[in-house]
């Protein structure tokens, strides 16, 4: 801090008779604040993400103890056996069918969670951001309300209504459109609606954010200019609010992969995700390692994803400039 | 008011009312509108904001409809029709250009949605480009290019599918002085070049003199007068119009007679003067009348005063000098406009007592 003082009280000094600098000297005062004040995160993001991840990493590179823990002994079994298994008897090596499934299904339910959420997610925005300003607030608020309530609340809600005893299949029996209950519960179809409503409004709100700041008066240009309906939201509103957009995908996209509690609960113990096999290795599994090298894919996926994301659309930026 | 017969007019609005909201918010923002605006004309509306122009405008372009009443154009009802089905289109107050794609793509976007393929769509906009002066910046994004470039590239949008009737939503006004004075010319060269006809919304009343054909001042959602720039000058029909347009002194007059739209007059000072008859005004009792200060002159010689008062002040503009009287009599005070000259010289001081000369057709009785 007293250096700071200092700096300050030499560029007042200089300001009259050099003011290049005095220039400096400000800005770099500018930048050490900068730090100052990114420092919080700086030491949050170190301690409470980096390090846990190295420990992760490193878990991966060890043997699994035999009641859960690691022995400290350098192995690449677990990362063997992520993609691969061993057939004991046969002394064969093949591609793990059950992990390569629910790596699969993984990714596909997060996409199709992505787009189901796209689809409900645009219009819905769209709708909020054509509201006169004062309502806007309180349609903010509906899509929050979702978050006031736990997870794990949520989910038993959604297999309320879902189950077959529950609130859908109840009224399609009593109006006598249906004899047996359609059977939801423990599907694809219930973990992906599971995931939807839970992450619905996170790509609700930042489409809402480019939207909100989309000038309306550019569409009513696309429609003097000849431009229907679909073509307006096609060339104008779509590429106006497509960071929005792409915010919204990633932010619904990253938590469905690696999404734990639905699957559990609405998937029941038959359709894994990537986060239920990871915690399987945890527990009951007793395979740390596999389980510390499992996380670091889903990482990798994630993060191969996000750059393929990123380079896509820079690409078409690039192309249009 | 005489409409060309000959074709058929290109806009013609017919008792349009538009009311926005509803119950006790409810807003009528154009009251029983009728207008015809005739092809290749230079149509301005001009009011204060809030009047209505702009209201009508956007029906014309079809962003709003009619809550009754019709508008056609070229004959055909195009009152219900989206904006996308009508050969208009709008050049917007702060242009509106789409900012994820170039100069030549904003140009092209009308033709391409109007199905043209890109060959065609390349020519036309190098056209366009040419015909606003602007060839070199066909890759620009809009946002690296000028205000008055900017301005160059709305223009061109709007005027590349060939619109029946273009329409100019106050497009000077996020100008500078300059630029806006270099951009009346080109609108009006545009205009010629193009043969279209242009429907110019402006507050602004000297642009709307100098650009104008014919211009329709409007307030409270109403049309008050339609008129050529001249006609609307020096013939206001109402206070409203001759207020808003120029500066005017108004005065109480007792008619004596009236005939063909002509009127004598007596003055308050007793002096008898000849007044144009606004179309609905009065033919007899106490009227309202107004006097361009420009139409009015400073005497010493008592016999040629209409009026006469005492001098309060003396404002020079360089080109002319204004003088503030108070009347005799009382009322308003009255503003005479005389031109300056190398001879003038300047005797005049306040407190003087004047005479005010009154030119010969330069008092105009209102309607109102």
Request: proline share 4%.
């Amino acid at each position: 801090m007293s250096e700071l003082a200092a700096s300050s009280q030499i560029s007042v000094d200089n300001a009259p008779r050099d003011a290049a600098s005095a220039l400096e000297a400000a800005e770099r005062q500018e930048a050490k604040r900068r730090w100052l004040l990114l420092s919080p995160a700086l030491v949050i993001l170190l301690l409470a993400a980096s390090g846990p991840l190295l420990i992760v990493l490193t878990y991966s590179f060890l043997k699994p103890g035999d009641y859960g823990g690691v022995i400290w002994q350098f192995s690449t079994e677990a990362w063997f056996n992520v993609f691969l298994q061993e057939d004991i008897f046969e002394e064969t090596t093949t591609f793990s069918d059950a992990h390569l499934s629910i790596f699969w299904r993984s990714v596909r339910l997060s996409l199709g969670t992505t787009l189901m959420a796209l689809l409900i997610g645009f219009p819905t925005a769209y709708f909020m951001a054509t509201r006169p300003a004062s309502s806007r607030d309180l349609w903010l608020f509906l899509i929050t309300i979702p978050f006031w309530t736990n997870l794990l609340i949520r989910t038993f809600a959604i297999m309320e209504v879902i189950r077959n005893e529950g609130i859908i299949n109840s009224i399609l029996i009593g109006l006598g459109i249906i004899d047996t209950p359609i059977q939801m519960m423990f599907t694809d179809f219930a973990i992906m609606l599971g995931m939807l409503y839970v992450y619905l409004p996170l790509m609700v709100l930042p489409i809402y954010a480019s939207m909100e700041k989309l000038d309306f008066r550019l569409v009513e240009a696309g429609y003097d200019l000849y431009a229907t309906r679909w073509r307006v939201l096609k060339r104008v509103i779509f590429p106006l609010v497509k960071p929005g957009v792409i915010a919204g995908s990633i932010l619904v996209f990253i938590p469905s992969l690696g999404a734990y509690v639905t699957p559990r609960v609405l998937g029941g113990g038959k359709n894994l995700m990537l986060g239920n096999l990871i915690e399987l290795q945890f527990g009951q599994g007793r395979n740390w390692p596999l389980g510390a090298a499992l996380s670091i894919t889903l990482l990798a996926i994630v993060m191969i994803a996000l750059l393929a994301y990123v380079r896509n659309v820079s690409r078409q930026e690039n192309a249009h400039g | 008011m005489s409409e060309g017969k000959s074709s058929p007019s290109a806009v013609q609005a017919e008792t349009v009312t538009k009311i926005f909201g509803s119950g006790e918010t409810q807003v009528t923002a154009l009251n029983e509108v009728s207008v015809s605006i005739r092809q290749n004309e230079f149509f301005t509306l001009l009011g204060p904001s809030g009047c209505g122009k702009t209201t009508l405008l956007r029906l014309i372009a079809g962003f709003d409809h009619p809550t009754r009443g019709t508008i056609h154009l070229e004959g055909q009802d195009i009152s219900y029709l989206p904006p996308y089905k009508r050969p208009v289109n709008t050049v917007f107050q702060n242009y509106a250009l789409f900012p994820h794609m170039t100069v030549g793509e904003n140009i092209g976007f009308g033709l391409e949605m109007l199905g043209q393929s890109k060959t065609e769509r390349e020519k036309a906009v190098g056209e366009m480009l040419q015909l606003v002066r602007m060839d070199e910046l066909k890759d620009r994004k809009t946002d690296q290019i000028s205000g008055g470039q900017q301005q160059r590239v709305a223009l061109a949008r709007a005027l590349a599918p060939h619109p029946k009737v273009l329409l100019l939503d106050e497009p000077l006004s996020a100008l500078d002085l300059k630029l806006r004075k270099e951009m009346q010319i080109e609108l009006k060269r545009l205009q010629h070049e193009t043969g279209i006809t242009f429907i110019f919304v402006t507050h602004d009343q000297e642009e709307a003199l100098t650009m104008s054909d014919r211009i329709a001042v409007m307030n409270a959602g109403r049309i008050l007068q339609i008129g050529s720039p001249r006609d609307i000058y020096d013939h206001p029909a109402e206070r409203f119009v001759a207020n808003f347009i120029g500066e005017t002194n108004f005065l109480d007059a007792e008619l004596v007679s009236a005939k063909n739209g002509s009127a004598r007059l007596r003055l308050p000072s007793g002096k008898m003067v000849n007044a144009a008859l606004a179309e609905g005004a009065r033919t007899e009792g106490t009227v309202s009348i107004v006097v361009r200060p420009e139409h009015a002159g400073l005497t010493t010689a008592k016999s040629k005063a209409a009026l006469t008062g005492r001098l309060e002040n003396v404002v020079y503009f360089g080109t002319d000098t204004h003088y503030h009287l108070r009347l005799d009599g009382g009322g308003e005070p009255f503003i005479v406009r005389q031109q300056n000259s190398r001879d003038t010289e300047e005797t005049l001081t306040p407190g003087a007592e004047v005479g005010i000369e009154i030119g010969k057709n330069a008092v105009q009785v209102l309607r109102d």
